[in-house]
């Protein structure tokens, strides 16, 4: 990575930029599955969000409500967490379904849900004692 970037705190050198639907309900989604925190919000109107800014683990998701200009553009997102199926559990119950059964993979225990924006969300606990 060049070091002469200069990139802004809490930001990296790439970060995904979702385009959703009712991006103020997206708020509510990742800080109840995910525990992520709102970092920034901008709004056009009272009730468009034209940019903002969710920080989950270190990482920076940005995102917008969609309009007639900037339809959706929604992500398939792999995410590491604690416990996979507890936060499987937390997204199905704030509304996702399921993509697929958590389970044990080669990546560890692993399974993926659909939220209700248009994001895949792989949510995955590491192997234990893994160094991959």
């Known amino acids: 990575m060049n070091s002469d970037l200069n990139i802004p705190t809490n930001y990296q050198t790439v970060m995904p930029y979702l385009i959703i639907n009712?991006?103020?309900n997206?708020?509510?989604?990742?800080?109840?599955?995910?525990?992520?925190?709102?970092?920034?919000?901008?709004?056009?109107?009272?009730?468009?969000?034209?940019?903002a800014e969710m920080?989950?683990?270190?990482?920076?998701i940005m995102f917008a409500d969609s309009t007639e200009k900037f339809?959706?553009?929604t992500a398939g997102l792999?995410?590491?967490?604690?416990?996979?199926?507890?936060?499987?559990k937390k997204a199905i119950d704030a509304g996702a379904t399921v993509v697929m059964e958590v389970a044990d993979q080669s990546c560890g225990r692993s399974g993926g849900v659909l939220?209700?924006?248009?994001?895949?969300?792989?949510?995955?606990?590491?192997?234990?004692?893994?160094?991959s």
């Open 22 to 24: 009712n991006a103020e």
């Open 26 to 51: 997206f708020i509510v989604f990742m800080q109840k599955v995910f525990g992520a925190k709102q970092t920034h919000k901008a709004m056009r109107d009272a009730q468009t969000i034209i940019h």
């Open 55 to 60: 920080m989950v683990g270190g990482c920076t």
């Open 71 to 73: 339809q959706p553009r």
């Open 78 to 88: 792999f995410i590491y967490v604690d416990d996979a199926d507890k936060t499987f």
């Open 115 to 131: 939220d209700l924006f248009g994001n895949t969300w792989w949510v995955t606990s590491p192997i234990v004692g893994s160094e």
